[in-house]
C-alpha cells in the first residue's frame, strides 16, 4: 500500500500508478502561520474591519464565516487608472518579512516527510489583486479600455508575488504551494479565453516557471468554471488544478489534457452547510466518485483553497465516503 504522499505524486504525474483515490488534502501537511501570510493577512480578525497592506477595506463581520474584500467606488484604492503608480504603494515584503520563520521552520523539520507532503497557501493572486483594488467592473473594463496601464500594473503584482514565492522558497523550501486565483464564475469565465491569454497567461508562466525550477508543485486553486482556459494553464505549468468545480466538463477535460495536469475537487461545497446531514453529505460524495471516481489523475475532495471545510461536521464525513470508497474498489483506504 502506498503512503498518502506516494499515492498523490503518482495520480499526479502521466503514467503514474495510484492504488487508490487521493483523499482531500490527507496527502498534505500544511505549513500556516509564516511571517508573510501573517503580514498580508493579518488583519482579517473575526469581528473587525480593516484595511489590508495595499489599502483595501476588509469586513469580517463576527457572524460570517470568512473575511470579505469590500470595494466600492468610493473606496477603492485606484481611483484613475491612468495615473495608478499615484495610488498603489506595494507591501515591502522583504523588508517586513525576513524574520520570524523560526516556528513554521521547525514545523518543518519535524514533519514526517515520508508519509507527507509539505505545503502552503498563497492567497490573493493577480487577478483578484487588481479587483481587491478597484471595483470588480473596473477591472474588467479597464482590461479593454486601459490595456497598457494594466499590463503595467499586472506586471508590478507579479513581481510582488513572485518575491513572495521567493520568501517561501528560500525559509521553506514547501513540496507544494497552493497558489490561489479564481478566474471565473459557477458556469463561465470572468473574460474571454483571449483576454485571459493576453493579460494572465504569461505572468503566471513566469511564477510558475520559478517554483519548478526550485522543485516546488505548483497547485493552482480556481473554484470556477476555467474549461477554455484548462489547456492553457497546463501549459504554464499547473501541476494540478484545484478547485475543479462539477459545472466542469470533468470527463472531457481528462481526456483532453491527456494527463498533462491533474483535476481536484468534483464535490459541490453545496454540501458544507450547518445544516446539511450526514445523509445529504454521503451522497454528494457518491455522486462524485461514481461520475469521476474512474478517471486517470482525478483527485476528489473538496472545492475550496485549503483543508477543512466551514462548518466543522462536513469534511469528516467527506473523508470517510472516499475512504469507504477506496475500501470498496481498491482494497485499501
Not at 282 to 299: D, I
Amino acid at each position: 500500500m502506498l503512503t498518502e504522499k506516494q499515492n498523490f505524486l503518482e495520480t499526479m504525474k502521466k503514467g503514474g500508478h495510484p492504488d487508490r483515490l487521493v483523499n482531500c488534502y490527507t496527502a498534505f501537511q500544511a505549513l500556516g502561520g509564516d511571517p508573510v501570510f501573517r503580514y498580508v493577512r493579518g488583519n482579517r480578525v473575526r469581528g473587525t474591519s480593516s484595511r489590508d497592506r495595499w489599502g483595501t477595506f476588509i469586513a469580517f463581520p463576527a457572524d460570517q464565516p470568512a473575511a470579505v474584500p469590500i470595494v466600492t467606488a468610493e473606496n477603492q484604492v485606484i481611483q484613475d487608472i491612468e495615473s495608478w503608480q499615484d495610488y498603489v504603494k506595494v507591501p515591502d515584503l522583504r523588508g517586513n518579512c525576513s524574520a520570524g520563520w523560526e516556528a513554521v521552520q521547525k514545523a518543518r523539520a519535524e514533519m514526517d516527510t515520508g508519509e507527507k507532503l509539505s505545503m502552503t497557501v498563497m492567497g490573493t493572486g493577480i487577478f483578484e489583486q487588481l479587483h481587491m483594488l478597484m471595483t470588480f467592473e473596473d477591472t474588467l473594463c479597464n482590461l479593454l479600455l486601459y490595456p497598457d496601464e494594466m499590463h503595467g500594473l499586472i506586471d508590478v503584482i507579479t513581481e510582488y508575488r513572485l518575491e513572495y514565492m521567493k520568501l517561501i522558497v528560500e525559509n521553506l523550501h514547501p513540496d507544494a504551494i497552493v497558489s490561489h486565483d479564481d478566474f471565473g464564475a459557477q458556469d463561465s469565465l470572468f473574460m474571454s479565453p483571449e483576454v485571459w491569454r493576453a493579460f494572465f497567461k504569461e505572468p503566471y508562466r513566469k511564477l510558475y516557471d520559478y517554483l519548478h525550477a526550485n522543485g516546488v508543485i505548483v497547485i493552482h486553486h480556481a473554484d470556477s468554471f476555467c474549461e477554455p482556459i484548462a489547456e492553457d494553464m497546463a501549459e504554464i505549468g499547473v501541476d494540478v488544478w484545484q478547485g475543479v468545480l462539477p459545472t466542469n466538463d470533468i470527463v472531457g477535460l481528462t481526456r483532453r489534457l491527456d494527463g498533462r495536469m491533474a483535476l481536484m475537487g468534483g464535490i459541490d461545497s453545496v454540501v458544507d452547510r450547518a445544516d446539511a446531514t450526514e445523509e445529504e453529505i454521503r451522497a454528494e460524495v457518491r455522486r462524485c466518485l461514481e461520475k469521476y471516481g474512474e478517471l486517470a489523475h482525478f483527485m476528489p475532495g473538496m472545492t475550496y483553497g485549503g483543508p477543512g471545510s466551514l462548518y466543522p461536521h462536513v469534511e469528516p464525513v467527506i473523508i470517510d465516503g472516499i475512504k469507504r470508497w477506496n475500501r470498496e474498489h481498491f482494497g485499501v483506504c
